[in-house]
């Protein structure tokens, strides 16, 4: 394995999922851009070797960038930039003004030409007017001299507890690659991931029930020193009557007809599945409960669905905790991506 360490940027970088995986497979991430200074503050509390910049990323410069690392080598741009945007009929995607946060992170791999880039986003990217948006993004890149791949990856192949998809488009300069990512042997099922969690609330760094259950739990309390962001949400009666008529991986279905109608959305009533990998997490919508407990899962159990470890605390309201968890990349996805990147950075170097 390349011993070298490489710089990175992560721009909207939200809590830090992304910065945090690639911190796990030895890489030394510089600064985390975002606009959401709650996030930035979940960011600096937990990345202590890495500078913040809360600013919109489609109105500064790369020059601006550069100073706040101190004019540091960026090796690798990491990031998931919005794409609300696309447009697929007419002009090129990048002339489209509702995308200057996705030309922004061009802007940026163009000026600082690092030797290789990550960016995430949402599956279906890859397929919005029948490829054409994915086609563009390969063709700005490639006019600034990269190799680019793309793949949808599941995070349950990559040892996080969760069936989440996510698109990635990994740029390489100079060089044609693949991008086979190794995966587990093992999906984590849910209660793996989180049964050594109590029913009730704890208190902050409150210590744990009981040992670890599995090798996830023994891996996310690695460093821990007690249980935090563990408080749970206290449901009316109603509610909770209803929850407890979900079976373990069950959903609205198995609701009398009456009550089916309760919640006009179709993942509403879901109890998680112990035996299998969650579903994707949503950012606190409170449609999805534990496959035990009659109530939504704590921000710590969906920290770890996200296989956020025990010691990374998540600061400011519960409300926005959920929202940074919900729209954080799975750590260890991140960190599978970043240990294949180094592998290839490595092989090209050492021709």
Known sequence: M???????????????????????????????????????????????????????????????????????????????????????????????????LYKSFVRMVEYFSPKAFVLENVPNILSIGGGMVRESIIHDFQKLGYNVVT????????????????AIFVGLKD?????????????????????????????????????????????????????????????????KEIIAMVPDGGNYKDLPLHLRETRKVHIAWTRLNSQKPSITIDTGHRHHFHYKWNRVPTVRESARIQSFPDDFEFLCSRTSQYKQVGNAVPPLMAKAIAEQLKIILSCQESK
């Open 2 to 100: 390349n011993k070298k360490t490489y710089n990175v940027i992560d721009l909207f970088c939200g809590c830090g999922g992304l910065s945090l995986g690639f911190e796990q497979a030895g890489y030394n991430v510089l600064l985390g851009i975002d606009m959401w200074q709650d996030a930035l503050e979940t960011y600096k509390h937990n990345h202590k070797n890495g500078a913040t910049l809360c600013a919109d990323l489609s109105k500064i410069s790369g020059e601006e960038v550069d100073r706040e690392i101190k004019f540091q080598r960026v090796d690798v741009i990491i990031g998931g930039p919005p794409c609300q945007g696309f447009s697929v009929a007419g002009k090129r995607l990048v002339d489209d003004e509702r995308n200057s």
């Open 175 to 239: 060089g044609a690659f693949d991008f086979d990512i190794p995966k587990v042997e093992h999906k984590v099922t849910t209660a793996e991931a989180l049964s050594d969690l109590p029913e009730g609330s704890q208190s902050y760094k409150s210590g744990y029930e009981c040992a670890p259950q599995s090798e996830f739990q023994i891996i996310m309390r690695r460093n821990s020193k007690g249980v935090m962001n563990h408080e749970v949400t206290i449901h009316n009666a109603q509610t």
């Open 151 to 166: 793949k949808v990856l599941l995070a349950s192949d990559y040892g996080v507890p969760q069936n989440r998809r996510r």
